[in-house]
Nanobody, 123 residues
């Protein structure tokens, strides 16, 4: 079993900052790509930022220059530092990890999701 647990969401005024964390635990052989997604009410879930095991990052255009994704491979943790927050950043934020697991018959990777954390930005 693998679990992803997010923390750090909350209520902040426009222009403020928040930092999210997501820790992966369980039967993990390796973690490949990690990412943050968000889903606002009535909208589809969208990719916010991603980071490879080597540290390469990508961002959706709407958060470039404001959000920073990072990871600590020793702690199986991915972070999302958010600054200059806007009301349109309000959403439930989910982390996703591509986790490699070792079984008796070999190695296989699966995508796992966290339970989500609410971020609300007031105007």
């Amino acid at each position: 079993q693998v679990q992803l647990v997010e923390s750090g969401g909350g209520l902040v005024q426009a222009g403020g900052s928040l930092s999210l964390s997501c820790v992966a635990s369980g039967s993990i052989a390796s973690i490949n790509n990690m990412a943050w997604y968000r889903q606002a009410p009535g909208k589809q879930r969208e990719l916010v930022a991603g980071i490879s095991s080597g540290g390469s990052t990508n961002y959706v255009d709407s958060v470039k220059g404001r959000f920073t994704i990072s990871r600590d491979n020793a702690k199986n943790t991915v972070y999302l530092q958010m600054s200059s927050l806007k009301p349109e950043d309000t959403a439930v934020y989910y982390c996703k990890a591509d986790v490699g697991r070792q079984f008796s018959l070999g190695y296989k990777s699966y995508d796992y999701w966290g339970q989500g954390t609410q971020v609300t930005v007031s105007s």
